[in-house]
Antibody
């Protein structure tokens, strides 16, 4: 069974960089699939942030592209998200997921609040 | 960029009733790349339907998807108490591989 678990700070100051990691178990990232990040502001809908292939190829939401970096560490079977210059609008539950044409396995999500 | 619109925003129904949720795309979407998710409060979304009409593993057969082109539908034949939730449609653009979600339809108890 594929399992994903997000980790990282729950509070980030405005203008700083949000950093999260997703640890994958039950499946080797090197075996394939894209791996992605999706977020959900409190009380709102889902927004795809970006995806990475095990080879390192990345694709980002055009609206966030200038601030997002997703990377993969196949030796640790995990991938990471960095979102720079955060504001209160970046406060959300951040999910990691295995993505192909659909997101079939999801982490439980982690709330990140942007506040001073 | 494809925009997905879902209607209605909220659907108030009773257990046992039939629910029909709509997802409309701003331009034609490959049926292979249209999916539906269910999300309950405090939980991650769960994949229900992929390829417009195929049920994901473990999804009851009261859930069905249909449609093509720009108009897609999720039908819940008889609502069970656990089906009251928010439902999102999602499309995948293969070149480049970008995801888009609809704004969601909330199915609540009448």
């Amino acid at each position: 069974q594929v399992q994903l678990q997000e980790s990282g700070p729950g509070l980030v100051k405005p203008s700083e960089t949000l950093s999260l990691t997703c640890a994958v178990s039950g499946y080797s990232i090197s075996s394939g699939y894209y791996w992605g990040w999706i977020r959900q502001p409190p009380g709102k809908g889902l927004e795809w942030i970006g995806s990475i292939y095990h080879s390192g190829s990345t694709y980002y939401n055009p609206s966030l592209k200038s601030r997002v970096t997703i990377s993969v560490d196949t030796s640790k079977n995990q991938f990471s998200l960095k979102l720079s210059s955060v504001t209160a609008a970046d406060t959300a539950v951040y999910y990691c997921a295995r993505v192909a044409a659909v997101a079939d396995y999801w982490g439980q999500g982690t709330l990140v609040t942007v506040s001073s | 960029e494809i925009v997905l619109t879902q209607s209605p925003g909220t659907l108030s129904l009773s257990p046992g009733e039939r629910a029909t949720l709509s997802c409309r795309a701003s331009q034609s979407v490959s049926s292979s790349y249209l999916a539906w998710y269910q999300q309950k409060p405090g939980q991650a979304p769960r994949l229900l339907i992929y390829g417009a009409s195929s049920r994901a593993t473990g999804i009851p057969d009261r859930f069905s998807g249909s449609g093509s082109g720009t108009d897609f539908t999720l039908t819940i034949s008889r609502l069970e108490p656990e089906d009251f939730a928010v439902y999102y449609c999602q499309q995948y653009g293969s070149s480049p591989p970008l995801f888009t979600f609809g704004p969601g339809t909330k199915v609540d108890i009448k």
